[in-house]
């Protein structure tokens, strides 16, 4: 079993920057893929940026291409989400995601290991 936890939210202005952070423990060696979804209010659950354990490859939604990076630390138990240039539209639970299998998958369903998400709020 692997435990995420988010932390790094929070109610920022547009335009302005912010840093998300999954911590993982428990059997992170099974970990394949990390992502990160996102969940406005009303709206489904939407992938946002996927990475492969040892940092080799990413894959990025179209809405938030050239502004979001995904990253890992040297351990591979921690990832980030660094979001630059945020937009209202940016609104919403932001969830961290693990899992086994390989391939940058963006459905929800492809995911085994959630986190309880962190709140992240753009005013215009």
């Known amino acids: 079993q692997v435990l995420l936890v988010e932390s790094g939210g929070g109610l920022v202005q547009a335009g302005d920057s912010l840093r998300l952070s999954c911590a993982a423990s428990?059997?992170?060696?099974?970990?394949?893929?990390m992502a990160w979804f996102r969940q406005a209010p009303g709206k489904d659950r939407e992938f946002v940026a996927a990475?492969?354990?040892?940092?080799?490859?990413?894959r990025y939604a179209d809405s938030v291409k050239g502004r979001f990076t995904i990253s890992r630390d040297n351990t591979g138990d921690t990832w980030y989400l660094q979001m630059d240039s945020l937009k209202p539209e940016d609104t919403g639970i932001y969830f961290c995601?693990?899992?086994?299998?390989?391939?940058?998958?963006?459905?929800?369903?492809?995911?085994?290991?959630w986190g309880q998400g962190t709140q992240v709020t753009v005013s215009s």
């Open positions: 990475l492969y354990w040892d940092g080799s490859t990413t």
């Open positions: 428990g059997r992170t060696v099974t970990i394949n893929v």
């Open positions: 995601a693990a899992r086994p299998g390989l391939g940058l998958a963006t459905s929800r369903a492809s995911y085994d290991y």
